[in-house]
């Protein structure tokens, strides 16, 4: 069974730094891209950033030199959210795609705090 595991949300000041984790199981044929997504009440769960297995990367702009994505194997990702916001805090998914089916798997969400 799927299965995706967050980690690395809390609580930090304006200027911070947090890294959040996602490890992905049981995903049949295995994994095409990862990435992470961001929601806050009463809006639309958007694209954070993104990786494919081939290495290709794409950021949302509110983010871009802020944020870093990266993959250390082919099932976990990580993101390295510097400089953080208070625009930043959402709750953050992960998001992983299988390759074949294309079916997509999303993760509870961890939530990131950003305030003084």
């Known amino acids: 069974q799927a299965q995706l595991v967050e980690s690395g949300g809390g609580l930090v000041q304006p200027g911070g730094s947090l890294r959040l984790s996602c490890a992905a199981s049981?995903?049949?044929?295995?994994?095409?891209?990862m990435g992470w997504y961001r929601q806050t009440p009463g809006k639309q769960r958007d694209l954070v950033a993104d990786i494919t297995s081939g290495g290709m990367i794409n950021y949302a702009d509110s983010v871009k030199g802020r944020f870093t994505i990266s993959r250390d194997n082919k099932s976990t990702v990580y993101l390295q959210m510097n400089s953080l916001k208070p625009d930043d805090t959402a709750v953050y998914y992960c998001?992983?795609?299988?390759?074949?089916?294309?079916?997509?798997?999303w993760g509870k969400g961890t939530l990131v705090t950003v305030s003084s």
């Open positions: 049981g995903i049949i044929f295995g994994i095409d891209s």
């Open positions: 998001k992983v795609v299988g390759r074949v089916t294309g079916r997509v798997y």
